[in-house]
């Protein structure tokens, strides 16, 4: 049996995100930068430099009027905001090489993708303000399935099997087969990072909210963002599957299931447009 620690550990060489965002973390982790050092270092890296200026402008983010330099950039989104666009193009990048054995790495993606966009569209119905750090949390949710899927295949493979019809058993399977489940490593990869708390909080919590205490909001979207991405790549039960909602986030949230049915069309509508804001190929996602 293996902790998360352990598989995390084990995994380092093969996770380790790029040097552009370990300078950016440096400069945000320093309270005696600017934003114009921010700035520069970013500049330095043209394809980086590209990406975030491209995930600005896009309506995703919805910012008002286009934002042509990074300098304007920081000043006006502020240097925690452009980290987490740096920090999601790193994880893409970083993770779009590795092909682990038995996974379907288009459906991955496109879970990944449609957690960020559930979370987000929850979180803006909950008129929470930072809709770009729940982005982040929920597109970095499921990486420790793509952990467990690189250094415990058999298993990885052998619990999503026996799970099939019964989804929300998954973690509990994984814990029993592997030692530890993709909620748990998934906290401990951000964690490695040396991020902030919240990353590995709401991650490592997912499937069940209040425990991550101050940050249960957060955990909260995950869970709920989790299941719909469920919904969308599965023959499950709509109502069995959606009846696996902790009660308890929605309380968190301050929404009810209601909103459900316009959550998903809201995220079906841009699922497409975000597979290709992001680089990722369109095959299997749209």
């Known amino acids: 049996m293996t902790t998360a620690e352990q598989m995390v550990a084990s995994s380092v060489t093969l996770v380790t995100l790029p040097a552009i965002f370990v300078r950016v973390k440096r400069v945000v982790d320093d309270q005696t930068t600017t934003a114009i050092d921010l700035a520069r270092v970013i500049s330095a890296d043209p394809a980086m430099t590209a990406r975030v200026l491209k995930l600005i402008n896009s309506a995703f983010w919805g910012f008002g009027s286009r934002i042509d330099s990074l300098s304007r950039a920081v000043s006006l ?96 399977t994984e814990r029993a087969l592997i030692g530890c489940d993709f909620a748990q490593v998934g906290g401990e990869l951000t964690d490695s990072w040396n991020l902030p708390p919240c990353f590995g909080e709401t991650i490592r919590h997912q499937n069940d909210p209040q425990a991550a205490g101050e940050y249960a909001l957060e955990a909260s979207l995950l869970h709920i963002a989790a299941v719909l991405a469920e919904l969308h790549a599965s023959d499950c039960d709509t109502a069995a599957l959606a009846a696996r909602i902790a009660p308890s986030a929605w309380q968190i949230i301050g929404l009810s299931p209601d909103c459900l049915p316009e959550i998903i069309l809201e995220v079906e509508a841009n699922l497409s447009a975000t597979t290709r804001l992001f680089g990722l190929p369109a095959s299997g996602l749209a």
Not at 85 to 105: C, G, H, I, N, Y
Not at 110 to 132: C, M, N, P
């Open 77 to 172: 989104l502020g240097m925690i905001h452009v980290h987490d666009l740096v920090l999601a193009t790193s994880v893409l990048e970083t993770f779009q090489r590795l092909r682990p054995e038995k996974m379907d790495v288009a459906k991955f993606w496109r879970g990944s993708l449609f957690r960020g966009l559930a979370a987000t569209a929850l979180a803006r119905k909950s008129k929470l303000v930072d809709l770009g750090r729940v982005f982040v949390e929920a597109l970095m949710s499921d990486l420790g399935h793509m952990v467990l899927y690189l250094k415990a295949p058999e298993f990885a493979a052998g619990a999503m099997q026996q799970t099939r019809e019964q989804p929300w058993e998954l973690a509990r």
